[in-house]
């Protein structure tokens, strides 16, 4: 069970994730950088749906894993975009490479916390 030091410690790496994505924009003058935080909130939206559509009771069907695979695709997608934006901004020269750099390491920390935190708070099921 976690406890109200892991909280604070999340907590903690979660603000300076949100951090550096706001001043990788605020710093330079150019606000695209803050397109990644649309990733951030899409990002888990696609595996927590996806998980409520699925049938886990059912041990008769062995093939309702499809739609589960199907959210974490998505998931995938969206995190692989969070990184992979801040690179195509730098790359056609809308932002500055520095920008991208603090954007893509605060996207990581963010990333970093939500997978903590689903890790650390997840309940155990059992028979």
Do not use: W
Not at 59 to 65: E, K, L, M
Not at 95 to 105: D, K, T
């Amino acid at each position: 069970m976690a406890g109200l030091k892991t909280i604070i410690a999340l907590s903690f790496v979660l603000a300076i994730g949100f951090l550096l994505v706001i001043l990788s924009s605020a710093l330079f003058s150019n606000y695209y950088p803050l397109l990644v935080v649309a990733t951030y909130i899409l990002a888990p939206l696609p595996d927590a749906i996806c998980a409520r559509c699925s049938n886990p009771d059912d041990f008769i069907d062995g093939a309702g894993n499809g739609i589960l695979d199907f959210g974490r695709f998505l998931t995938g997608f969206f995190v692989v975009m969070g990184i992979a934006l801040p690179a195509l901004l730098a790359h056609s020269d809308i932002i500055r490479v520095p920008a991208m750099v603090m954007s893509i390491i605060g996207g990581l920390l963010i990333y970093g916390t939500i997978i903590s935190f689903t890790m650390f708070f997840q309940q155990e099921e059992g028979f």
